[in-house]
């Protein structure tokens, strides 16, 4: 397996770092990719009309091509990076994460051997906003009938440990710019429902976790990832596959929906009324169980307190 020529190289590996208000963060994701075992890598970094010194860095690694676009959002972003690539393999890394120093050759190897897959993932650890290792919850590993378990959940999370087949981009297009959130978990269930996919066992990534991360905002999180799931479902409707569809669409509502009536509450108490409102409908389209229960029980509590 290893003398093919994937091990050894010959493939060009294209990845893309979309940066967009995380320049201090970028040294970091750039090198750990000059840093790969892998021989064969050109770096493409799409600066999303960012506001910081993202030129500047990159200006320090005279091998990195470099890319300005006005801001148009991480899903453009990617599709600009795509657009200029030219690997027969593409990775995805966000600017404030990073790769294990085998990431690339492992994701290599994983599709050398599994020709028929349109991408590999890996594994990932946490890590903070200083790069220091932050424990993480077990997860189990999926080894077969990944579209189902993707509907049922995103099990691969971390977008740069995914890497993809370029020709697979041919057949189902790029990133989806009108999502805003969960565009990575909306690739990977577009490829899974169409091609066999492989995830294996190998931490390839380290994924950053801090206060300014996109998965803190659990209104668009909730919105996009629902919108995913409901675009999912019209193809699996009637199907054995609805079920776990459904069972993925619960399970984001509640892990993303309940937050958001606690922040809606919150906001409530504290006359916050520009987020109550936008947030509110958000909740009432993506979780109206929880939203109108949650409205009904407030009623009824004002009710009681000025019967008292």
């Known amino acids: ?45 799409v600066d999303d009309g960012s506001p910081d010194d993202t030129r500047k ?35 995805f890394l966000d600017a404030d994460d990073r ?3 085998s990431a690339l050759a492992d994701g290599a190897r ?4 599994h020709p028929a897959c349109a991408f590999a993932a890996g594994e990932h650890r946490l890590i903070d906003a200083q790069g220091e290792a932050v424990p993480g919850v077990p997860r189990e590993h999926v080894t077969n009938d990944h579209y189902r378990e993707l509907l049922k959940g995103n099990f691969i999370w971390c977008p740069a440990t995914v890497l993809y087949r370029r020709s697979v981009f041919q ?8 999502l805003k959130s969960a565009e990575d978990y909306d690739m990977y269930l577009r490829i899974a429902r169409l091609f066999p996919v492989r995830a294996h066992g190998e931490v390839v990534a380290e994924y950053r976790f801090h206060s300014s991360g996109m998965s803190r905002n659990t209104a668009r999180m909730l919105k996009f990832t629902m919108k995913v799931l409901r675009a999912q479902r019209r193809h699996v409707r ?57 409205a009904y029980q407030r009623v009824c509590r004002t009710i009681a307190g000025a019967w008292r």
């Open 1 to 45: 397996m290893r003398g093919d020529a994937a091990i050894r190289g010959d493939q060009l590996i294209s990845v893309v770092i979309p940066c967009y208000r995380q320049a201090h963060f970028l040294s970091g994701a750039i090198e750990s990719v000059i840093e790969q075992s892998y021989p064969r890598v050109e770096i493409i970094v």
């Open 238 to 294: 009637g199907t054995p596959l609805e079920a776990a569809c459904v069972a993925g669409m619960e399970a984001y509502q509640a892990l993303y929906g309940m937050p958001l009536i606690r922040e809606i509450a919150v906001h409530l108490k504290r006359g916050r009324w520009k987020d109550v409102v936008p947030e509110s409908l958000v909740a009432l389209q993506y979780h109206p169980r929880a939203f109108t229960t949650h």
């Open 110 to 113: 994983e599709l050398s051997a």
């Open 171 to 178: 057949a189902v297009g790029g990133f989806d710019t009108s």
């Open 99 to 101: 790769l294990t120093p």
């Open 57 to 91: 860095v990159v200006a320090r690694y005279a091998s990195v091509q470099y890319v300005r676009q006005r801001n148009r959002g991480l899903s453009a972003a990617r599709n600009a990076g795509l657009a200029r690539s030219r690997g027969a393999y593409i990775a």
